[in-house]
């Protein structure tokens, strides 16, 4: 792997440059409020897959969990929007008002303890960064310093994440069981529903996904990314020269479910529900196959994949709804058995070598003059 001395390289830059061409400009200038919110919505996962590149790409730890993370996040935000949706005015027909309708049915007269601190905004951001990423410290450490990895990793976070789907739904009362909480109306006095309401929160989105892809890019340029990607390869030698094996997965792994965590609270945004269907091992798996889709090595390709696929399975689920688990299924097996390192690594091995030519040959050209510095040059 070459690390260089800019932030991207060429091709990282053209992916860099496409991306948000087509979500800050031809996406918002072409689709109505309604697509445009179901890119909002693919979006979400693209957070997902962009932690599971530093995770799985490069830290080489698959997890199936990630729906734990996403669930989180999004319950932590729903949280907030559900207590402000909940107010005295809102909820007085009901027998105790002031607390959430769910609360009411299950005969619950009084906010439970760990709900108030979710009256304030600044706690809930807090809260959607550090619940995540706790829990997913207390799993990588049990794990982690333990040598538990591979397959037994990706099994136990699947077990972590059929749990998690049971205790929400067998805990209806707090949680709003498998209905999830439902009818999330404003944030801070401003009302989330509205179209021109649904276009700012895409553009937050956007701006949120291009700070996660600078923080993940710069994380793979520094030392720590080649000691993943060394230890994903070599993990025993990793070891043995000295650093830490345990706390770098610990690290990949925490950073993941942070990444997906903020996926899920722009979720609870944009939808305005969240439900246990979002946190449970389906899909969580799906989550991997949007990766290995666009590329576990590549984050431009997660991203690119996290919304091809989505948008696949909204086409396809429209006029063939009982055929779109077999066609997801069908498009796994063909990324690992025909092009395993996905859409990236077609791009990789038959346009970018195409575009390098091309480049090359004007530069061969009598009076081409190229001031900028090489790929993988250091500037002066």
Known sequence: ?????????????????????????????????????????????????????????????????????FG??????????????????????????????FMDWNQITSLPLFWQPFHSLAFTILAIILVPGLFALIIGTAMFKRRVGGTYFAIITQAVAAILTILIVGQQGYTGGINGMTDLRTLKGWDIRPDHAKIVLYFVEVVLLFACIGIAQFIRLTKLGRILVAMREQEDRVRFSGYSVANFKIFAFCMAAVFAAIGGAT???????????????????EMVIYTAVGG????????????????????????????????????????????PNGLSGLWADYVQPRIDRLFASRKAKPGWNDNSVADGAPAE
């Open 267 to 285: 979720f609870a945004l944009n939808v305005g529900f969240m439900s246990p269907s979002f946190v449970g091992i389906v899909p969580s798996i």
């Open 72 to 101: 989180l996040g999004g319950y932590c935000m729903a949280m907030f929007l559900k207590l402000e949706a909940s107010s005295v005015e809102n909820t007085k027909i009901q027998s105790t008002p002031g607390i959430p309708d």
């Open 296 to 339: 576990r090595m590549s984050i431009f390709g997660a991203i690119w994949g996290a919304i091809l696929v989505n948008f696949a399975k909204t086409s396809l689920s429209e006029s063939f709804p009982q055929l779109w688990l077999f066609g997801l299924g069908a498009l796994f097996i063909a990324v690992v058995l025909a092009f």
């Open 1 to 69: 792997m070459i690390i260089t001395s800019r932030f991207f390289n060429r091709s990282e830059l053209m992916g860099f440059i496409a991306l948000a061409a087509v979500l800050f400009v031809i996406l918002p200038l072409t689709l109505d409020v309604f697509r445009l919110n179901l890119v909002a919505k693919y979006l979400t996962y693209a957070f997902v897959a962009l932690g599971l590149v530093l995770c799985w790409g490069y830290g080489g730890i698959l997890s199936l969990g990630q729906g734990v993370f």
